[in-house]
């Protein structure tokens, strides 16, 4: 059973930083891409960024510079850095596991396991 917890968020002037954190508890993380989601309000759930079993990544055109994903396998965490922080990135964000295992390190909506999401809220 897949169970990702998400941690580190919370409320942030305009500008500032936030390291979100998520721990799988699986022993095969490795060998699953990842991505973090966020739900704006009123919006659907959309892709942020993506990081595959190789190490690449993509990142939506919006946070493209400002946000950075990784992942540490050998604490089975995967991370995302935001920067210059903006009040359009207010949401809930939500890490998640493709379904299935293998290198994907793209956009995609669909295939994935969610956690239960982490709220960020950005100040003006």
């Known amino acids: 059973q897949v169970h990702l917890v998400e941690s580190g968020g919370g409320s942030v002037p305009a500008g500032g930083s936030l390291r979100l954190s998520c721990l799988a508890s699986e022993y095969s993380f490795d060998l699953y891409s990842m991505a973090w989601f966020r739900q704006r309000p009123g919006e659907k759930r959309d892709i942020v960024a993506a990081?595959?079993?190789?190490?690449?990544?993509n990142y939506r055109e919006s946070v493209q510079g400002r946000f950075t994903i990784s992942r540490d396998n050998s604490k089975n965490t995967l991370y995302l850095q935001m920067n210059r922080l903006k009040p359009e990135d207010t949401a809930i964000y939500y890490c998640a596991r493709r379904t299935s295992s293998g290198d994907y390190p793209f956009l995609g909506l669909l295939g994935y396991y969610w956690g239960q999401g982490t709220q960020v809220t950005v100040s003006s």
């Open positions: 990081i595959g079993t190789k190490g690449g990544t």
